[in-house]
């Protein structure tokens, strides 16, 4: 299966803050990168897909980059309802295999 | 509007089988694959399965592959998931999700608790 690290694990940030989260594959996955936010007690939301592609209703401070191995994703003006986990994924092969998270907090 | 509603919360022993449901609504049933994913607390979400509701072929993780089992019934516009030989390591929240590679819907989710 391919193996997806994200770092970092935890993130402390301000409102208002521009943050970059990273996920890497361990082979390469192409463009087949999914980024999901996560908030407790709910299921995960599509953000972005392959890629660079934001999902219908996302705002556009969420954005994502990134192909082959290393991709990111960059919210440019942190609000208080973006306060949560985000996940990669990787679409390219039959695992789906997700990343570890990436806790967003507020500082 | 699209929506997948996932059965209820289950307490089950081990050794046991559960089964959750996830009927949807606001699309065309037949048109994209449902999968399911589960989530341990504290964990990241795990792919298990698949299923494309018009053929009713699947692929599954090989980690679940003899456990695990996914069934449609395209008149109900219902997909099932059916584990076994639970364990308490299965304690998880169990989610159904839509899409072909990312997934844009999601249900609920169902919380699993293997416990003797």
């Known amino acids: 299966d391919i193996q997806m690290t994200q770092s970092p694990s935890t993130l402390s940030a301000f409102v208002g803050d521009r943050v970059t989260i990273t996920c890497r594959a361990s082979?390469?996955?192409?463009?087949?990168l999914a980024w999901y936010q996560q908030k407790p007690g709910a299921a995960p939301k599509l953000l972005i897909y392959?890629?660079?592609n934001l999902e219908n209703g996302v705002p556009s401070r969420f954005s994502g980059s990134g192909s082959g191995t290393e991709f990111t994703l960059t919210i440019s003006s942190l609000q208080p309802d973006d306060f949560a986990t985000y996940y990669c994924?990787?679409?390219?092969?039959?695992?789906?295999?997700f990343g570890q998270g990436t806790k967003l907090e507020i500082k | 509007q699209v929506q997948l509603v996932q059965s209820g919360a289950e307490v089950k022993k081990p050794g046991a089988s559960v089964k959750i449901s996830c009927k949807t609504s606001g699309y065309a049933f037949t048109s994209f694959a449902l999968h399911w994913v589960r989530q341990a607390p504290g964990q990241r979400p795990e792919w298990m399965g698949w299923?494309?509701?018009?053929?009713?072929?699947?692929k599954y993780s090989q980690k679940f592959q003899a456990t695990f089992t996914i069934t449609g019934d395209t008149s109900a516009k219902t997909a099932y998931m059916e584990l076994s030989s639970l364990r308490s390591e299965d304690t998880a929240v169990y989610f159904c999700a839509r899409g072909s590679r990312e997934f844009d819907y999601w249900g609920q989710g169902t919380l699993v608790t293997v416990s003797s």
């Open positions: 082979q390469s996955v192409s463009s087949w």
């Open positions: 994924q990787e679409q390219n092969s039959d695992s789906f295999s």
């Open positions: 299923i494309n509701p018009g053929t009713g072929n699947t």
């Open positions: 392959k890629a660079s």
